[in-house]
């Protein structure tokens, strides 16, 4: 069975504010998503079937989102589909190509009880990550667009030429935090180094979840390989997998192309055999460390984005009040 398509990789940490490619973008939001797994993978762990689970997973009210999708979900699985084909065929699907495959490896692996409570605890920290990437966003697109703004305001420029200002500005923006041709550029700026470091170690973390059913390092790699959203990790994921064939332990294959704290986690876990523990655990302390400097970031660009926003209401309270004395006799 072909692994579920792939969206279209985006190499920059705020490339979330339009697509996180480990996310699902559809009806349903991140925190009812990992509702669904939490509850699925609580009632298959109690030994019911998936068909009963899934009316557990999608609560008992038919015309909430989730009620909609367990009535979908319990008809075509009584056609014969896997519980991966049946979410696959939501269109358009609410959930990532990477949720399914790990949901279609879990069916085949019979680990898919244990896997839905991770991939539900995954789900929720990428959607509070996505909120903070949206804040980000949004106030450094407000401080831009005070800055455009106001000047203009100031100096009486005709709206439509202001508008035409901020729509490139905010265009350029945009293309260079989203923009993968803007890569470079990006990687010139500390923040961002910082913030697309730390957001690839938490996407090789991600091999912890295939390991954890019983794959083969090299099956879990090669599984994680199309998902990779960094090109540098990809490349270095790629470059991994024939070593690993030959015989080389995941440490060396990485050695000098991941950072050091990364690497030690990597080893313990080999030498320990518990390399899914590690990994785990290593992206939750790379993951702590990417909304830190997120959160940085934020506290930074909040207070310039109120005067942005400040700003352009200044500027407009002085334009009316210069009409306003321009209208007054003598």
């Known amino acids: 069975m072909p692994l579920p398509s792939k969206p279209s990789p985006q190499s920059s940490p705020l490339a979330g504010l339009s697509s996180l490619a480990l996310l699902g973008m559809g009806t349903l939001s991140l925190s009812q998503q990992g509702a669904f797994f939490h509850r699925l993978g609580t009632a298959l ?8 689970a899934i009316g557990l997973a999608c609560g008992n009210e038919p015309r909430s989102s989730l009620g909609k999708l367990g009535e979908r979900l319990q008809s075509r699985l009584k056609t014969g589909q896997t519980l991966a084909e049946a979410l696959a065929a939501e269109n358009p699907t609410p959930f990532s190509p990477w949720v399914l495959a790990l949901v279609r490896l879990g069916e085949e692996s019979g680990a898919l009880h244990h896997l839905c409570p991770q991939i539900a605890q995954r789900l929720v920290t990428q959607g509070q990550r996505q909120r903070h990437l949206r804040s980000a966003g949004s106030s450094l697109m407000m401080t831009l667009g005070g800055a455009t703004i ?24 945009w293309g260079f935090l989203v923009s993968p041709t803007c890569q470079p550029l990006r990687n010139q700026s500390p923040v961002f180094q910082r913030l697309s470091q730390t957001q690839a170690m938490v996407q090789l973390s991600q091999l912890a979840l295939p390991l954890a059913c019983g794959l083969s390092l090299a099956a879990a790699l090669e599984l994680l390989l199309p998902y990779v959203e960094d090109p540098t990790l990809k490349a270095i994921v790629r470059q991994a997998i024939p070593r690993i064939h030959q015989g080389h332990n995941l440490t060396d294959s990485l050695r000098g192309r991941i950072p050091s704290q990364a690497l030690e986690y990597i080893r313990t876990g080999e030498e320990s055999g518990t390399l899914d523990e590690m990994l785990s655990y290593m992206g939750v302390m790379y993951g702590e460390q990417f909304e830190l400097h997120l959160n940085r970031s934020i506290g930074i660009l909040r207070p310039l984005g109120l005067l942005g926003a400040g700003s352009i209401v200044l500027g407009l309270g002085l334009t009316l009040l210069r009409q306003l004395l321009a209208t007054l006799p003598g």
């Open 150 to 173: 106001l000047p203009g305001l100031l100096w009486g420029w005709p709206w439509l030429l202001m508008a035409v200002n901020l729509a490139i500005v905010l265009g350029v923006a």
């Open 45 to 52: 762990g109690a030994g019911l079937t998936i068909p009963h």
